[in-house]
């Protein structure tokens, strides 16, 4: 299972959010180049990047700063955030992002989607933010009548995986909903990426349980800004499979 480091841009800031609210931010650092090569340095094989500000405006915004980072990293970065044209996923894909994460043009605009997935295969990843399961749109600010499942199950094969965030968790450090990932992981054959609620090694283990379900990754912010998860000691822990050598008390109850 592969461990993602997630920076959030706000104002070309490393911040993050509760809850998706903008008003709830806090400030992590003001040189996001700096945390992205950290994240490289302890190992981490992909980046997650949100352009906030892109998600509420419906472009990208801090096209600068996603641009440096793409630049001096060697692992590949993954975008989202306002991307809902062709000529914006472009934009990024000449940058040398290696994926783009649409969100709210895949409830707004699902011929669009199948056609950037026709066109880019395997390097659109379609990001479904749920909100007591339904699905968010633009930046989070508005809540559609979609259910995530359902969107789910008509996303193109040829994404290349299914981002799925439950807000109510997201920044929270409460937990992952497991429940939520195996049902909306049960519907479709895309690679799901779990993101939000990420809070210990332990609720990174309890998703080991889902991996046959196709959940093959997880995006983790806030734990590692405030240092109750490790980055390198999660790799080595999640991405190479070794349960063994996890250096504390763990339950395995929480894979049942």
């Known amino acids: 299972m592969e461990v993602i480091p997630a920076i959030d841009l706000l104002a070309g800031r490393c911040v993050r959010l509760y809850q998706g609210d903008y008003q709830q931010s806090q400030v992590f650092n003001e040189n996001p180049l700096e945390v992205a090569l950290q994240w490289q340095a302890q190992g981490a094989t992909r980046l997650h990047l949100v352009d906030l500000d892109g998600a509420k405006e419906g472009n990208t915004v801090n096209l600068e700063v996603i641009s440096a980072i793409v630049q001096n990293l060697s692992i590949p970065v993954q975008v989202g955030g306002g991307l809902r044209t062709k000529a914006s996923i472009e934009t990024l894909f000449d940058l040398g992002v290696e994926r783009a994460i649409v969100g709210t043009v895949a409830v707004e605009n699902p011929e669009l989607v199948q056609q950037l997935c026709e066109t880019f295969p395997h390097k659109i990843a379609v990001g479904i933010d749920a909100r007591n399961g339904k699905v968010a749109t633009k930046g989070w600010l508005e809540t559609s009548t979609v259910e995530a499942t359902d969107l789910a199950q008509r996303i193109s094969e040829k994404a290349a995986a299914i981002i799925y ?31 939000g609620g990420i809070s210990s090694l332990t609720d990174l283990l309890s998703l080991v349980s889902l991996e046959f379900l196709g959940v093959n990754g997880v995006i983790v912010g806030k734990a590692l800004y405030t240092n109750k998860v490790d980055l390198k000691e999660a790799i080595q822990a999640i991405g190479n499979g070794r349960l063994q050598d996890i250096p504390l008390n763990f339950d395995d109850t929480a894979l049942a």
């Open 165 to 195: 965030t439950d807000i109510s968790r997201d920044g929270t450090l409460v937990g992952p909903n497991l429940e939520s990932l195996k049902e909306l992981a049960k519907v479709t054959d895309i690679p799901v990426i779990a993101s």
